[in-house]
């Protein structure tokens, strides 16, 4: 019997929003549960992080310094436990089975992260989301990502963004950017392309796990990627 893939899906919290910019949009949740559902089919195990952005960055609440960043941090963590179950609802009215696993136990409404538990939900065909970042101040969802990733032995991580892939630099200020099909870990960290933060690439580099960015909007991408298809995106890797 052939094995299945298992991939980890990173999403920021900004995309849930939609056009709105803060909250979250539930025609979104409902187009992304659509793409993901497509993977299942596809028998494809799937982890997710998402971010919190849409609702409250750390880094943002704690700028005044009235708030501490540790609080901050914190508040951000809360805030992808919302997205969490809001993209469990759409999961599971997709027709999928869901469980949010959260670095920080909040047993009333998910469960707390143990990555043995979560190794066997994936083998029995569930979705898991990987809530409340590292349970850690300091850390991003993107390190977040990268370590469960790690954890429950994903082939590769799919940075799911609203841009095609990774440029050398911000392609909305410069008309000569150019788009990076390939880079690797080392360009990224050294010329400080902001794939991910650089302690989630640096734990990729050292774990041999290629990072893909694409963008979510188009219809189909995440399957391609999975099936192989890589013009549609850049890929970090050595």
């Not at 094995?3 to 920021?12: C, D």
């Not at 849930?16 to 992304?32: C, P, R, W």
């Not at 609440?61 to 901050?72: E, M, N, P, V």
Request: aromatic share 6%.
């Amino acid at each position: 019997m052939q094995k299945k893939k298992r991939v980890l899906v990173k999403f920021s919290g900004e995309a849930l929003a939609g056009e709105n910019g803060f909250g979250i949009e539930n025609s979104v949740l409902k187009y992304i549960a659509s793409q993901i559902k497509e993977l299942l089919i596809n028998d494809v195990e799937v982890g997710i992080v998402i971010g919190g952005g849409n609702i409250i960055r750390g880094v943002t609440a704690a700028k005044d310094g009235l708030i501490k960043r540790t609080s901050g941090d914190y508040m951000g963590m809360l805030a992808t436990v919302i997205n969490a179950i809001a993209m469990q609802e759409a999961l599971e009215s997709a027709g999928l089975d869901v469980r949010v696993q959260s670095a920080i136990q909040m047993e009333a409404f998910c469960e707390t992260y143990i990555m043995r538990r979560a190794q066997r939900h994936l083998e029995k065909g569930r979705v898991v989301i990987f809530a409340a970042g590292t349970g850690n101040p300091y850390f991003t969802t993107d390190t977040t990502a990268v370590l469960r990733a790690v954890e429950i032995e994903a082939e590769v991580i799919i940075k799911a963004t609203k841009v095609d892939g990774v440029y050398d630099k911000d392609p909305h200020k410069f008309e000569d950017a150019q788009f990076l099909h390939t880079i690797s870990y080392e360009r990224a960290l050294h010329d400080n392309i902001k794939v991910m933060d650089d302690t989630a690439i640096a734990l990729a580099k050292d774990n041999a796990l290629p990072i893909i960015v694409c963008n979510m909007f188009c219809e189909g991408n995440l399957l391609k990627i999975i099936q192989g298809d890589m013009s549609i995106c850049s890929v970090v890797k050595n």
